[in-house]
């Protein structure tokens, strides 16, 4: 490998790596807001940061066509899944631990690729199928303490479940329209789907926040929105296979996050739970990365 290819593929990681940290934090200061302020008024204010943003991006380097599509049904389809995922995470966020909740989110894959085979009509194979077996043991690992409704939690983890099932749908989607549409193209209508979404959830009525409390609001629209473009850049300069693993890095921030800024320390089922999910997922991406090689 050259060192100007060696170059890319650093630039990629660590621009995934910071894509992690935004992400974590931003999941940080939804919880901060916790019960206080709805999520549907932090998601409009994120969503409305996101679309600004996208917009100027694409008028500024003379692609304002990113901003159209004939393509409605299928955005309706993923942003729909997708704005429902969030709404769900940022909900668990405010009720149930950030490690856990993280935890819980990393079954997207195991998810995806139970969805793959109904959706997609991808076949499942023997790794796979072992695969979503050590996901599925490592997910009831995580979530057994909050099965009993008398759980402080419970209603959060079932929260994050719920969502990390739309988030799978909603990549089940994505797969679809990875082929015709460019991903500005598709965070910008997911952007509009949450704003218009959120918007609805003012008539329930949102309460004034503090002046602490809208500088984190701003700080999560910011985040989030650096986060996607981030991802999107880092993809340009290394391989899939190189940056996807590296999603997993999140559960050392939120770790740290957890302890430091909410004194939250994971029980024992998820110190055993979550490495399993992880090891799931992680066979699922080198199965999948096996196949294309195999079929280039």
Same mark, same amino acid.
């Given at each position: 490998?050259?060192?100007?290819?060696?170059?890319?593929?650093?630039?990629?990681?660590?621009?995934?790596?910071?894509?992690?940290?935004?992400?974590?934090?931003?999941?940080?200061?939804?919880?901060?807001?916790?019960?206080?302020?709805?999520?549907?008024?932090?998601i409009f204010v994120r969503s409305l940061i996101a679309v600004a943003i996208l917009a100027l991006i694409a008028h500024s380097t003379g692609r304002a066509s990113l901003l159209t599509t004939h393509n409605w049904r299928s955005h309706a389809l993923r942003s729909t899944a997708g704005a429902g995922g969030m709404f769900l995470w940022f909900v668990a966020l405010a009720h149930a631990p950030i490690a856990d909740v993280t935890a819980v989110t990393y079954m997207t894959p195991i998810f995806l690729t139970l969805l793959a085979t109904l959706l997609l009509g991808e076949r499942l194979r023997a790794y796979r199928w072992i695969a979503v077996a050590i996901g599925c043991a490592g997910s009831?690992?995580?979530?057994?303490?909050?099965?009993?409704?008398?759980?402080?939690?419970? /209603?959060?983890?079932?929260?994050?479940?719920?969502?990390?099932?739309?988030?799978? /749908?909603?990549?089940? /989607?994505?797969?679809?329209?990875?082929?015709?549409?460019?991903?500005?193209?598709?965070?910008?209508? /997911?952007?509009?789907?949450?704003?218009?979404?959120?918007?609805?959830?003012?008539?329930?009525? &949102?309460?004034?926040?503090?002046?602490?409390? &809208?500088?984190?609001?701003?700080?999560?629209?910011?985040?989030?929105?650096?986060?996607?473009?981030?991802?999107?850049?880092?993809?340009?300069?290394?391989?899939?296979?190189?940056?996807?693993p590296l999603e997993y890095t999140s559960m050392i921030v939120v770790l740290l996050l957890g302890y430091l800024v909410f004194d939250e320390i994971p029980g024992t089922s998820t110190w055993i739970g979550a490495p399993l999910v992880v090891a799931a997922g992680l066979v699922i991406l080198w199965r999948e990365l096996t196949l294309r090689t195999q079929l280039k």
């Open positions: 490998m050259s060192g100007a290819a060696r170059l890319e593929r650093i630039r990629g990681i660590m621009l995934k790596l910071l894509a992690v940290v935004f992400l974590a934090t931003m999941a940080a200061g939804v919880k901060y807001l916790g019960q206080d302020i709805p999520a549907g008024q932090t009831l690992i995580v979530i057994a303490p909050y099965l009993s409704l008398r759980s402080a939690h419970s /209603f959060g983890i079932a929260m994050a479940l719920g969502s990390t099932l739309l988030s799978a /749908f909603a990549m089940a /989607f994505l797969r679809r329209m990875s082929g015709f549409e460019h991903p500005i193209t598709i965070t910008f209508y /997911f952007s509009l789907t949450t704003l218009a979404g959120a918007a609805l959830t003012a008539l329930a009525g &949102w309460p004034m926040p503090s002046a602490r409390q &809208w500088s984190v609001i701003v700080l999560v629209g910011v985040l989030g929105t650096a986060a996607q473009l981030l991802q999107t850049i880092a993809y340009r300069h290394a391989e899939a296979s190189i940056l996807a």
